[in-house]
């Protein structure tokens, strides 16, 4: 793509393959960013702002954010952490998808039962500066200095073998469902930190005039989060029931109360989260509401 094409666009980095991938898409089209990625080019022009998308490794993502390169970006937080970016990064939202957790695993059945076992012993990882600087904390805890400390090494990938293979008395890796874990015959002994994706823009940013911009992204993506947490609760109920049923579905600031032709009774209209939508649902009908509908969002500004 010709240099001359992306001057003056807010550039916007998306993770380019990977479990965040195919999530980050869907983020862009529910906040209406338009564009067509030709024969799987790293670089695209959205069609209905002056931006650009650039697809990159997630672990790219935040040194190009931190120096200015780029100026917004998806990537996990773990991987703002191991890249030790995390003082030249904010991060506008946490973006709900991508969650996992970062955890030290040892075999099930073995001699290594708590981070305390396992300090002064292998530990083989594709994080080596986060856990490195956990089990630097764990070392001074425990006093254990020089060839005592705890071993880490670095591997890219198939982290879960290494102690099938004796390559490391336990392990520090990302666990989601647990799975690939448990087949390995390993259990999680400590959880370093949990993580997810986040949307994140460089405190030092090259390109001051994007700051309008950046924000108009951000409150939609925000509108995106927000319409994926909640759901619009409809019903009717009689008048005298309102305070009751006010209290069950609040709203964000009120609900909506409007009154029908038929005599003692009001038409509410509410937003509730929709984690909760089946127990509101059950209150609501124990006081007598009929007529209950639920709507879900598309977007929304909250």
């Known amino acids: 793509m010709n240099k001359d094409l992306l001057d003056g666009r807010l550039l916007f980095a998306i993770p380019k393959k990977g479990r965040l991938h195919e999530k980050c898409l869907e983020l862009l089209s529910g906040a209406d960013i338009q564009f067509r ?40 937080h773990d991987v703002i952490l191991e890249a ?32 305390e076992d396992l300090a002064g012993k292998r530990v083989v990882t594709s994080f080596d500066v986060i856990a490195g600087a956990y089990f630097a904390e764990i070392d001074e805890r425990l006093n254990l200095t020089g060839d005592n400390k ?8 198939s982290v879960e073998a290494a102690c099938a293979l004796g390559l490391a008395d336990g392990i520090v890796d990302l666990v989601e469902s647990g799975d690939t874990m448990r087949a390995a015959g ?13 949307l994140i823009k460089s405190n030092a940013p090259h390109r001051a005039h994007h700051a309008p911009l950046i924000d108009l992204m951000a409150s939609r993506i925000a509108g995106v989060l927000a319409a994926a947490k909640y759901v619009i609760c409809e019903y009717n109920i009689r008048r005298q029931s309102i305070s ?14 409007s009154p029908l032709e038929a005599e003692g009774w009001v038409a509410i209209s509410s937003m509730v989260e929709k984690k909760n939508i089946a127990n509101t649902m059950d209150q609501l009908v124990e006081i007598g509401a009929e007529d209950l509908m639920v709507f879900n969002l598309d977007n929304c500004r909250v």
Do not use: W
């Open 37 to 76: 990625r030709h024969n799987r080019l790293d670089v695209c022009l959205v069609m209905n702002h002056p931006m650009a998308l650039v697809f990159l490794p997630a672990a790219d993502i935040p040194s190009f954010v931190a120096n200015g390169d780029v100026d917004l970006g998806i990537t996990g």
């Open 84 to 115: 030790g970016m995390q003082d030249q990064i904010t991060e506008i939202h946490r973006l709900g998808f991508g969650k996992c957790a970062l955890q030290v695993q040892t075999p099930e059945h073995g001699p290594f039962q708590s981070v």
């Open 150 to 157: 705890t071993k880490i090494q670095y591997v890219g990938g």
């Open 186 to 198: 390993l259990h999680a002994i400590a959880t370093v930190l949990q993580t997810e994706a986040v």
């Open 244 to 257: 009751q049923a006010a209290a069950i579905t609040p709203g964000r600031r009120a609900p909506t109360i």
